[in-house]
T-cell receptor, first 114, second 111 residues
């Protein structure tokens, strides 16, 4: 069974630019989650999508946004990049809501802001 | 606000030397507690889910336990390949979909 896949694996951008990160969940999973893991910090919850809708959002500014497509894949968009956005961005998926489900992670996109 | 604190931050063991990692949590209505393993440059790999106090789960050399305030990950006779960062996370009734993670314990097992 293929796991969660993310692309690209690495990105280098400059301040003020915009970036789009992509995620394909495990087949059969309808929920997709995005987390930020900055160097030396723990995983911080960004967004949760389920059945194409944004269900929950972490304490991040509106320039962090995303969407989920009918095939359950997802994009994370970050506008007006700032230096502190440099981090590993992790996507996870789960079979959906109901009983608390573990989230299965991809290997992330490493974003560096110069 | 939900909080997860892991200790110690780092742990160095000799191969075969058993030990435990601690995860203390504060949450409004625990839906589930999760243990993950993260290798450098990789995403977290799911290990266990625990739902209620008294529950235990085992996998090879790892055993996870849960009380109302903390969870332990016991490592029996570790091998060098068990070296990784171990993360604990909780999901709460009041914040659907969000997992709150601790900062992890980095385990190094020397041969």
């Amino acid at each position: 069974e293929a796991g969660v896949t993310q692309s690209p694996t690495h990105l280098i951008k400059t301040r003020g630019q915009q970036v789009t990160l992509r995620c394909s969940p495990i087949s059969g999973h309808t929920s997709v989650y995005w987390y930020q893991q900055a160097l030396g910090l723990g995983l911080q919850f960004l967004l949760w999508y389920d059945e194409g809708e944004e269900r929950n959002r972490g304490n991040f500014p509106p320039r962090f946004s995303g969407r989920q497509f009918p095939n359950y894949s997802s994009e994370l968009n970050v506008n007006a990049l700032e230096l502190e956005d440099s981090a590993l961005y992790l996507c996870a998926s789960s079979p959906g809501t109901g009983v608390s489900q573990p989230q299965h992670f991809g290997d992330g996109t490493r974003l560096s802001i110069l | 606000e939900d909080q997860v604190t892991q200790s110690p931050e780092a742990l160095r063991l000799q191969e075969g030397e058993s030990s435990s990692l601690n995860c203390s949590y504060t949450v409004s209505g625990l839906r589930g507690l999760f243990w993950y393993r993260q290798d450098p440059g990789k995403g977290p790999e799911f290990l266990f889910t625990l739902y209620s106090a008294g529950e235990e789960k085992e996998k090879e050399r790892l055993k996870a336990t849960l009380t109302k305030k903390e969870s332990f990950l016991h490592i029996t006779a570790p091998k060098p390949e068990d070296s990784a960062t171990y993360l604990c996370a909780v999901q709460a009734d009041t914040n659907a979909g969000k997992s709150t993670f601790g900062d992890g314990t980095t385990l190094t097992v020397k041969p």
